[in-house]
Nanobody, 123 residues
Framework: EVQLVESGGGSVQPGGSLRLSCAAS????????IGWFRRAPGKEREGVSY????????YYADSVKGRFTISSDYTKNTNYLQMDQLKPDDTALYYC????????????????WGQGTEVTVSS
């Protein structure tokens, strides 16, 4: 059974940090690119970050560039999104997706999606 399970969300004050995890199972993790997306209340889904399976290159939305870092641990079949200097605008449901042919921050090419983890940034 294919699974993507996110964890690590929670409530944090502005300026704080969280590390989200995306644990994968049921498919060859190393052969899939991983993307993180978020949906804030009343807003469209937004691509946040992406890491390419072949090159390891990472891409970020302008809104998070310099504050978020994506990485993968292939020994654990887990992807991470380190989120620093969090802002209230980062409040959203965050979810990861895996796609063998996915590229970039759009949703095309993603085969599997997780259920998401909530992030709330508030004072």
């Amino acid at each position: 059974e294919v699974q993507l399970v996110e964890s690590g969300g929670g409530s944090v004050q502005p300026g704080g940090s969280l590390r989200l995890s995306c644990a994968a199972s049921g498919f060859p993790f190393a052969e899939y690119s991983i993307g993180w997306f978020r949906r804030a209340p009343g807003k469209e889904r937004e691509g946040v970050s992406y890491i390419n399976r072949a090159s390891g290159s990472a891409y970020y939305a302008d809104s998070v560039k310099g504050r978020f870092t994506i990485s993968s641990d292939y020994t654990k079949n887990t992807n991470y999104l380190q989120m620093d200097q969090l802002k209230p605008d980062d409040t959203a449901l965050y979810y990861c997706a895996a796609g063998r042919w996915a590229y970039g921050l759009g949703t095309d090419g993603y085969d599997y999606w997780g259920q998401g983890t909530e992030v709330t940034v508030s004072s």
